[in-house]
């Protein structure tokens, strides 16, 4: 059974930080691509982070480049999204994947999600 578990959202005013949490179980974090997606109200779900099976390979959508780092730790099989510089366009429910592969035309997501966590950053 694949469990992914995150945490770590909350209320942050423009400009602060946050560090969200995804905790597997059933899976080891690092021979699977990871990534983490966001969803806004009434938006369609995309890719914010991911990190490639093994050789840790990182991508970034455009609008967090820069600001946003996707790690993992293997001793605690839970992988980060290490948030800076948030912005009110940041605010979305974030979600934790297992099995994405990353294009430069596109991601596609793995089978198994996580249930969300909520990040809302205010202006």
């Known amino acids: 059974q694949v469990q992914l578990e995150e945490s770590g959202g909350g209320l942050v005013q423009a400009g602060g930080s946050l560090r969200l949490s995804c905790a597997a179980s059933g899976i080891i974090v690092n021979l699977n691509g990871m990534a983490w997606y966001r969803q806004a109200p009434g938006k369609q779900r995309t890719l914010v982070a991911h990190?490639?099976?093994?050789?840790?390979?990182?991508n970034y959508a455009d609008s967090v480049k820069g600001r946003f780092t996707i790690s993992r730790d293997n001793a605690k099989n839970t992988v980060y999204l290490q948030m800076n510089s948030l912005i009110p366009d940041d605010t979305a429910v974030y979600y934790c994947?297992?099995?994405?592969?990353?294009?430069?035309?596109?991601?596609?997501?793995?089978?198994?999600w996580g249930k969300g966590t909520l990040v809302t950053v205010s202006s």
């Open positions: 990190i490639a099976a093994r050789s840790s390979t990182t």
């Open positions: 994947n297992s099995g994405a592969v990353y294009f430069s035309s596109g991601s596609r997501a793995g089978d198994y």
